[in-house]
């Protein structure tokens, strides 16, 4: 259980932290997704460390479980999937993707629900329930 609420803090604080700045600088945010798009060397590094991760969190923690837990696993495991996701897809396939994604609409979307997410894990991590 240690490890599951050091993992509510991380998560909690990290979604926090990046769901405001997305929201308070998505324009200068939503630029540099386009230069990653562009970049493949940024990329391969990007993947290896999202896998590294990943399988880190997996391996230590998949627990399939309907409380925060759950919440951690399944982050666990979409930065795995997307890391491997990066090194098998072509690069059109990924410019693709991220132009898809990368819309104010979707942005503002994905910032308010990490912060969501990322309130409610540190609300359990740190006990404020």
Do not use: Q
Request: glycine share 6%.
């Amino acid at each position: 259980m240690a490890l599951s609420i050091f993992l509510a803090k991380l998560f909690g604080a990290y979604l926090l932290i990046v769901g405001v700045i997305c929201l308070l600088r998505r324009r200068s945010i939503m630029k540099a997704v386009v230069d990653f798009e562009h970049n493949r060397a940024l990329l391969f590094v990007i993947a290896i460390l999202e896998i590294l991760a990943g399988l880190s969190l997996v391996i230590t923690h998949n627990l399939w479980l309907k409380d925060f837990r759950g919440v951690i696993t399944v982050l666990s495991w979409w930065t795995l999937i997307e890391g491997v996701l990066y090194l098998i897809l072509p690069m059109t396939r990924i410019r693709r993707m991220l132009e898809a994604f990368n819309k104010p609409k979707w942005f503002v979307s994905g910032a308010v629900l990490a912060i969501i997410v990322g309130l409610y894990l540190v609300r359990v991590g740190f006990g404020w329930v």
